[in-house]
């Protein structure tokens, strides 16, 4: 019978930091399943900061939200109605119909997950695409060679937290990161293995990564001044892996860039951008797998995760983030 439920639409496209003016959430009804389709309960949903571009009416590489219309992202639930026979009742997947509290989900895109090795949430964070960009970043965009000194922003941030400890796992002789507090600076050296890191509100960050510094592999959730820092503490042919630049995602004109680009040429650096979901980078989803698998069975992969609870909590724990108010990733129960 048809199941009557919840979702958030884009009300208005935000100028500036987001507000809860822009959202609406908004009572639907969904038919039963149709041949293909599965009728999932959504149990967890993420909340991520590229989902502020997404709120721009700009081209980038993943289309805009849609006005009054539901947002999107990565979810995982419950199967409760098929009409597939590949997914049953009761198996738990992952796919991107997030921001609602069910979905009608094509059963080629919901990925059934094996829930007996990690909690389904961990396939949003650090078994998701968290994870996997940490891994791509730092295995094809900027290798970790043996030795190397790596430095990661928002090091305590769902990439950041994995990115650091990858890696340690790839060579790395000392890792570095900063964060956006004293208790995020505590978690990276005292529980993740981070031989150093700073809270980033302490003083300009070009004096904070100063003494610990030369570094030869920056891993970029930031941008803005963390970038300009990093740049000038590169060694020779240093790599930059610039996946993020969550300090300018609210900004509502455009920010300055970095004032001493030229180092990219006088020191002989690789600067790189990516997008994990690029097809160039699917051969490295089985062998991240595998891999974070056995890291986090023996204990050198560790995260944690933040919670918000129920839908009418997801605008809260969006803008949270932004704010910096999680560690580790930032997720939804539902």
Known sequence: MPTRTREIHLASRPTGWPTHENFRTVEVTLPDPGPGQVLVRNTVMSVDPYMRGRMNDARSYVAPFALDAPL????????????????????????????????????????????????????????????????????????????????????????????????????????????????????????????????????????????????????????????????????????????????????DSPSPGPRNLFLLVSRRLSLRGFIVTDPQHRDAVGEFHRRAAGWIADGTLRYRETFADGLDRAVDAFLGLHRGENIGKMLVRL
């Open 72 to 251: 999107d992202g990565g979810a995982v639930g419950e199967v409760v109605a098929s009409g597939d026979d590949s997914l049953q009742p009761g198996d738990v997947v992952l796919h991107q119909l997030g921001w609602r509290e069910h979905a009608l989900v094509s059963a080629r895109e919901g990925r059934r997950l094996d829930v007996s090795q990690a909690p389904a949430s961990a396939y949003l964070g650090v078994l998701g695409m968290p994870g996997l960009t940490a891994y791509v970043g730092l295995t094809r965009i900027a290798p970790v060679q043996e030795g190397d000194t790596v430095f990661v922003s928002g090091a305590a941030g769902a990439v950041g937290s994995v990115a650091g400890q990858v890696a340690r796992q790839l060579g790395a002789a000392k890792v570095i990161g900063s964060a956006g507090s004293p208790e995020k600076v505590a978690w990276l050296t005292e529980e993740l293995g981070f031989d150093a890191a700073f809270d980033y509100h302490d003083d300009r960050v070009s004096r904070l990564l100063r003494p610990h510094g030369p570094v030869d592999v920056y891993f970029d959730n930031v941008g803005g001044d963390h970038l300009e820092a990093a740049i000038g503490q590169m060694n020779d042919f240093g790599r930059i892996a610039a996946c993020g630049a969550i300090a300018t995602y609210n900004d």
